[in-house]
């Protein structure tokens, strides 16, 4: 994801820690100022969707936590010029600047441009007037602004006619506009350590580009009347993380995107700050079942941040082959921890082993239908959990079902007509249980879970009940043995 240092605030309080020598200041409050931007209504290139409701989501996000916030939307090359230039001009005096835009952009010849909702293929012809490159902003903002941040959920296609050229004026030869996105922002160069320990001429303390897919790549707009996947990911991550380094943050944000997209898109920054950046004061953790859940979420997104590129390949051949999300298949890498084979044909065979069982689980929760609304609940927020590679949480919500299962069981034989019906639902939540310990290699207790099911179903379906216990049996032969050898007992 590229280098991964950034800023956004919780509550605003900043704390710049220097990297040498690796003390920490006292946190003062600062002065955060954004403007935000949203391009949706296009006249003459593809309308997008999504970047007005983006733009409005970040810039409430961004004013719950102390930022002055502007927001501005479906801007002319006029207004949109002039909205950049003011923002320039009042950041002046303030600690921490920040520009979201969301809609098109291009790149042509080494600079970024952000296009006005005029803008048509004539544009092309006056670049320079008629379209907003992002470079002199950059450097005007740095100029004023100890740290600027800017976000570019502006990756999209390419608008225009393959092979049009870009001329900065009307006598200019021309330039070929980049055909997948964005690009390397110019200006923005990592400082050397000495430079970070000795300082430089200027007072700046660096800024940052964050783009909402690699360089030359294509981000997507998301589902209609919805957000962006960039853009909800920074909504789901930015405003719970108070207190973090935003490295972290930005890590996060960038596996959020690749899981959400099934790896068509990863985020990516350039940086150049000479000091890490910590905002804001620890944040209360997420609380309820909901939180539980994005907790475990957030340690899988940074467990998969640190993967090597082969290693992503492969889950990414494994998910498109089985037809099974990335999340739950990077849980499994998680859960096998130092067990992981180190031979990649073995480590294949076991993740392909267990993408059957993963299917097993998440096809016999769209089945599950209980009239207990509590057990109704609980296995969808398993089922959630799961699909969010969060298998401790979906073990635990199992746990609940099961014991709420014990609370109803002695009003069941109530109504023998509705017993037969509830008895074999039972056992299909001991045996989803049961599959979620498999994915996680505990066979042990897939077995004891298994065998619960198997006691449940015995007296009303023998097809049920064979299968649990062959399935019991399966799990209690797979204890002890090697990973790469493990067996499936598909359902009949």
């Known amino acids: 994801m590229g280098r991964a240092c950034a800023a956004i605030a919780a509550a605003l309080l900043l704390c710049l820690c220097t990297l040498l020598p690796a003390w920490a200041e006292e946190p003062k409050a600062l002065k955060g100022v954004a403007l935000v931007i949203g391009q949706s209504g296009y006249q003459h290139v593809g309308k997008l969707p999504n970047p007005e409701n983006d733009a409005r989501a970040i810039e409430e996000m961004l004013d719950k936590l102390g930022f002055e916030t502007d927001v501005a939307t479906n801007r002319d090359a006029r207004k949109l010029r002039r909205d950049l230039e003011g923002f320039v001009d009042d950041a002046e005096g303030a600690d921490v600047a920040i520009i979201y835009y969301s809609g098109h952009g291009i790149e042509a010849g080494g600079e970024n441009y952000l296009l006005p909702v005029d803008a048509d293929i004539s544009a092309l012809d006056d670049a320079g007037e008629k379209l907003v490159p992002l470079s002199a902003i950059v450097a005007e903002l740095k100029a004023k602004v100890p740290v600027t941040i800017v976000l570019l959920d502006a990756c999209r296609n390419d608008p225009f006619p393959p092979g049009t050229l870009l001329k900065l004026a009307p006598d200019d030869e021309g330039k070929p506009i980049g055909a997948g996105g964005l690009g390397e922002t110019r200006g923005v160069v990592a400082f050397k350590s000495g430079d970070q320990a000795k300082g430089s001429a200027d007072d700046s303390l660096g800024q940052v580009i964050a783009f909402a897919a690699e360089p030359g790549k294509v981000a997507l707009d998301g589902p ?140 016999e929760r769209e089945t599950l239908k209980n009239p207990d609304p509590e057990i109704a609940r609980l296995s969808k927020l398993a089922e959630q959990a799961v699909q969010e590679g969060a298998l401790e949480a979906a073990q635990k919500f199992n746990e609940q079902a099961k014991a709420r299962i014990g609370e109803l069981s002695s009003t069941v034989d109530q109504a023998e007509a509705e017993l037969k019906a509830k008895r074999l639902e039972f056992a299909k939540v001991f045996a989803s249980s049961a599959r979620t310990y498999e994915i996680s290699f505990n066979f042990k207790e897939a077995a004891q879970d298994y065998a619960k099911a198997f006691e449940q179903a015995a007296k009303w379906s023998d097809e049920d009940a064979f299968y649990y216990k062959a399935a019991e049996a399966n799990a209690l032969s797979e204890q002890g043995t090697s990973p790469a050898t493990m067996r499936i007992s598909p359902r009949p």
């Open 224 to 363: 209609a009347d919805g957000n962006s996947p960039y853009a909800a990911a920074i909504l789901r991550h930015i405003d719970t993380m108070g207190g973090e380094e935003f490295g972290t943050v930005l890590r996060m944000i960038g596996e959020e995107v690749y899981l959400k997209t099934n790896g068509q898109q990863r985020p990516w920054v350039n940086e150049s700050l000479r000091r890490l950046l910590y905002f804001g004061t620890p944040a209360e953790a997420p609380k309820g079942d909901e939180g539980e859940i994005l907790r475990e979420r957030r340690q899988l997104l940074l467990t998969i941040s640190t993967l090597p590129e082969p290693e992503r390949r492969q889950i990414e051949t494994i998910s498109r082959d089985g037809k099974v999300p990335m999340d739950g298949l990077y849980a499994m890498l998680k859960a096998l921890g130092v067990d992981i084979p180190k031979d990649p044909a073995e480590l294949d065979k076991l993740l392909r082993g267990q993408t059957e069982r993963l299917k097993h689980v998440l096809a």
